[in-house]
């Protein structure tokens, strides 16, 4: 009986050794039994390809400003068009979705809140010089500078102890000429822009010292942007942009760039993030090269390094007024609404708003008083009887 219990064994092992042989025989030469397949991991939301670059700039148009300009965009670098450009760049949609930008109210995303804005958040330079420390610096300390203190800085050309006592260390001696040419104020704009830089605060605005601030307002404006984005604010002198040479090709010939600029006698504000953007061409002495190179006076310069070389828009603003224009046609409760006013020069000084009820042009010839009654009333020289 074992031996036929063996011979049963051998049986079964050749019979599975001859299966297994047809088996292998069967299958199509070298090919591997296939791997189980695996589902796919879902799709990522939203379309694919490399993440958008930052978007440029977009603004919010704050209520009855009439900012134009349509958006305040910048392109990642100069002539960087083209496949992959950021949605910065002029033409550009939001985020670097394939939405079209809206003229005029653009943001950093849609839905995303205005930004959080106090006063102490701006840096306002005001340039001046050593005849005006008297005539026109008293006059701005009396009336607007005491509502905005502690964000002013007055930039001159003179060690003055008197106005050190009113300005404490927010009166900054530039140690530039007191000469009125393209070099001193492009010095003065240099050491603005540096001690802005310093700060750390969102915004940087220049004024002139005949220019009258409203805080409120200028508040207002600002609010309705984000200090990261890249935002340029002003009013131009001129209904178009200027042209100035800017490289000099290997035969000698010129290559020339056209751009918009905000004139400095009406003044202008720049975003914190645009501003660090412009160090290459303005921070520590830069300023003054740039502004050699292409031969502009200060205003001029900062429009250039921001339209020009960066190719970010001007917004255009209706809010600021230099002396330059006709500031008679700003007449009642409009004056109050605006962010900047001015007043004529010698030669002209029946140039000013027109606003009445408080002082008559013989007691307050820039209109300045009369204004600042108007929007602080408890002043403390301020009349408690309106005259008509």
């Known amino acids: 009986m074992s031996s036929s219990w063996l011979g049963l064994r051998r049986a079964c092992v050749l019979l599975s050794v001859t299966a297994a042989a047809v088996l292998l025989l069967l299958l199509p030469r070298g090919q591997l039994p296939a791997a189980p397949r ?110 905005a203190r502690g964000q002013t800085f007055i930039f001159t050309d003179w060690e003055d102890q008197e106005l050190r006592l009113k300005a404490g260390d927010h009166m900054i001696n530039t140690n530039c000429s007191a000469v009125h040419t393209r070099q001193a104020l492009c010095c003065k704009m240099s050491v603005e822009y540096d001690k802005f830089l310093e700060s750390g605060q969102k915004w940087f605005c220049h004024v002139d010292d005949d220019n009258y601030v409203n805080p409120r307002t200028l508040l207002r404006l600002l609010s309705a942007f984000s200090h990261s984005q890249d935002v340029y604010v002003g009013r131009p002198s001129l209904d178009h942009p200027i042209e100035a040479a800017d490289h000099v090709q290997s035969d000698g010939s010129k290559t020339s760039v056209k751009f918009w600029f905000a004139t400095g006698g009406a003044g202008f504000c720049i975003s914190r993030g645009l501003a660090l ?77 027109s606003v009445g009820g408080v002082f008559g042009l013989q007691q307050d010839p820039t209109r300045f008083k009369s204004v600042h009654c108007l929007l602080y009333p408890d002043t403390i020289w301020c009349p408690t009887k309106k005259m008509f």
């Open 38 to 147: 695996r589902r796919p991991p879902p799709a990522a939301a939203g379309p694919s390809g490399p993440p958008p670059k930052r978007a440029g700039s977009g603004a919010a148009q704050p209520a009855g400003s009439d900012v134009s300009g349509g958006r305040a965009g910048s392109r990642g670098e100069r002539g960087g068009g083209g496949p992959g450009a950021g949605a910065g760049s002029r033409g550009g949609g939001l985020g670097g979705t394939a939405q079209p930008a809206r003229q005029g109210r653009l943001g950093p995303s849609s839905g995303s809140a205005k930004e959080s804005l106090e006063l102490k958040d701006i840096f306002i330079a005001v340039k001046t010089t050593r005849k005006y420390h008297r005539t026109r610096l008293d006059l701005l300390f009396q009336t607007w500078i005491s509502q």
């Open 277 to 353: 953007k412009m160090s290459p061409w303005a921070s520590l002495g830069n300023f003054i090269s740039t502004a050699e190179r292409v031969r502009l006076p200060d205003d001029c310069t900062i429009g250039y390094i921001i339209e020009g070389l960066l190719e970010v828009k001007l917004l255009h603003s209706p809010l600021f007024h230099s002396h330059l224009e006709n500031l008679q046609r700003l007449r009642g409760e409009s004056v109050l609404q605006q962010v900047t006013l001015s007043y004529g020069d010698p030669d002209n000084k029946h140039n000013v708003v």
